[in-house]
């Protein structure tokens, strides 16, 4: 099982709140999931199936790589389990200003406590995702204005646990082209990594991350991890770790 954060967006590169905010790829981002899908295809991967959100940073980036693995004939599900966090009141702001506007530790709180939201949403913000056809089919209650990791989990853990591992336990090889914390939702569960390790977690744009899982599901470490991760980056691990510190640079 193969997970990809999508390439860097337009707002990555303004460095502005994104979350359920539709942005495109940058060049750079196009560049990078190109890279992804051609080092997955070096290494000899290939896909049974492939899981992306309803976002188009990340369905283009799940796109490019399977282009670059000659594997665009392959099932697509897109899911909105799989969006990025909704970042609330945040979303659109720059990220630096909010730095200047709050201080550090609460935009670091915001961005990386594992419980606690940024400020919702009004929902008459033409951005209210209730206003979006796409989703349609969510109830009132389950429309989030706001959402913490903890709540993103909430959603992302079901659908693992629903729709993903039946897949899984198929045999089925399968790539999840998906979101800076949406990821870390996921890889959270899988490595059971505790509430206050997550904190430091980051992940880099475009870069493919292999998980070898055992039959119950537990993550096989790989001696090239970077912990507490057990999948491992493919690339040239040396500036893999240049990019995490980008990540988690944004708001210095
Ligand atoms: O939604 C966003 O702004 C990014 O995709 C993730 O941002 P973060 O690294 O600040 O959580």
């Known amino acids: 099982m193969v997970l990809v954060r999508h390439g860097e967006s337009e707002w990555n590169k303004e460095n502005r709140f994104t979350g359920w905010y539709d942005v495109q790829l940058s060049e750079k981002g196009i560049a990078e999931a190109k890279e992804g899908g051609r080092l997955l295809k070096e290494a000899g991967f290939t896909f049974d199936k492939a899981y992306t959100s309803v976002l188009r940073r990340a369905i283009k980036t799940c796109w490019l790589v399977l282009e670059e693995m000659d594997l665009m004939w392959i099932p697509v599900e897109k899911a909105w389990q799989l969006n990025e966090r909704h970042y609330g009141a945040l ?17 670091h709180i915001w961005r990386r406590s594992y419980d606690i939201p940024p400020p919702p949403l009004e929902k008459n913000n033409p951005h209210y995702p209730g206003n979006d056809v796409r ?26 646990e629903k729709v993903i591992k039946p897949d899984v336990t198929a045999g089925k090889g399968l790539l999840i082209a998906a979101h800076g914390n949406s990821l870390r939702a996921l890889v959270k569960k899988l490595d059971n990594i505790p509430d206050s390790d997550i904190t430091e977690l980051n992940i880099p744009t475009g870069t493919p991350l292999v998980y070898e899982l055992d039959s119950e599901f537990k ?14 980056y493919l690339g040239n691990q040396e500036a893999i770790k240049a990019r995490i510190l980008g ?5 210095k």
């Open 247 to 251: 990540v988690k640079n944004q708001t």
């Open 219 to 232: 993550p096989i470490k790989h001696k090239e991890s970077i912990g507490p991760l057990s999948g491992r």
């Open 135 to 160: 989703y349609g089919q969510l109830l009132q209650r389950e429309t989030p204005v706001t959402e913490s990791l903890k709540t993103t989990l909430d959603r992302v853990v079901p659908f693992w």
């Open 91 to 107: 979303q659109g702001l720059d990220k630096n200003e909010t730095v200047a506007k709050h201080g550090k530790d609460q935009v």
